[in-house]
């Protein structure tokens, strides 16, 4: 089977400007959900465009599904569209206000032209149930739902053409501590082996493998058994998570492990 992604020394800078992302060099197996970490400026956001193609690497080699992403083939790229959905930090944001929530969570099967009219409808309909929404959900808009409702939204519309990827961008930073909790809790059930999942309760999202952005080491930690650690643009540290957490090589990763806030004891 071949890698989710491969990428062999990717670097990328824009025409007037340095390097934002240099020799990133990662192999991504199905299952072994992948958290990239770093300070704001470290190149996270930019190494997501990159593997979801909305932006070109400059240099080296991004393989996706044992492919070369080129962005500017536009049938290798609505192939790239059904692998990788996206899943980002503003649930209202990326959300259309006037538009009904089946609706927009239907919109990749329409754009994708996997299933129009009624089976669309169905579909989203699943996908909706697949996050723990009430069947009347479909029907309504935006502004109707919670912060928390409404991320859960984007993961349906993320789940709904069956990618294989799911790639999120800080998808908690912007909820409260509570509902982080719940939103963490379903991204750990929906990319669950299919066991797991069913015994879950939501069998019927297949699994995905997870590729999670954070400036929040402890996050990445919950979601991903393997880590990447960006410090303005380079890896300086990658390995699985354990390995990582449990002894830091590099001094970037310490700082970033020291960071991380703790309870005290009584």
């Known amino acids: ?11 990328f800078r824009y025409r007037r400007g340095g390097p ?3 020799d990133i060099s990662v192999r991504m197996e199905p299952g072994q959900h992948l958290g990239i970490v770093g300070e704001s400026g470290a190149g996270k956001s930019t190494l997501l465009r990159l593997l979801l193609g909305l932006s070109a690497a400059t240099e080296g080699t991004l393989r996706a599904d044992g492919t070369p992403l080129e962005v500017g083939d536009r049938e290798r790229m609505r192939a790239h569209r059904r692998f990788a959905q996206p899943v980002f930090q503003d ?13 927009t969570v239907g ?4 754009s994708l032209k996997i299933a129009s009219g009624a089976a669309a409808d169905e579909r989203a309909r699943d996908a909706l149930a697949a996050v723990g929404l009430e069947a009347d959900a479909a029907g309504r808009y935006p502004h ?3 912060g928390g409702q409404r991320q859960r939204i984007a993961v349906a519309r993320a789940l709904v053409a069956r990618p294989r990827v799911l790639l999120a961008d800080e998808p908690v930073s912007a909820l409260d501590m509570v509902t982080r909790v719940t939103i963490i809790d379903l991204l750990e059930r929906l990319s669950a082996p299919a066991g797991d999942a069913a015994a879950a309760g ?5 699994p995905v493998t997870l590729v999670v952005v954070s400036h929040d080491l402890s996050i990445i930690a919950l ?8 410090e303005r643009g380079r890896i300086v540290e990658q390995g699985p998570m354990a390995a990582v957490l449990g002894a830091p ?5 310490q700082k970033l492990l020291a960071s991380i806030p703790r309870i005290p004891r009584a």
């Open 202 to 206: 939501t069998a019927g999202a297949p």
């Open 249 to 253: 090589t590099h001094p970037y990763t």
């Open 1 to 11: 089977m071949s890698a989710l992604y491969e990428l062999d020394g990717v670097g």
């Open 91 to 103: 649930p209202y944001s990326s959300l259309n206000p006037r538009q009904r929530i089946g609706r």
């Open 20 to 22: 934002v992302l240099t």
């Open 107 to 110: 919109e990749p099967l329409r």
């Open 223 to 230: 979601l991903c058994r393997n880590v990447i650690v960006l």
């Open 144 to 146: 109707q739902f919670s």
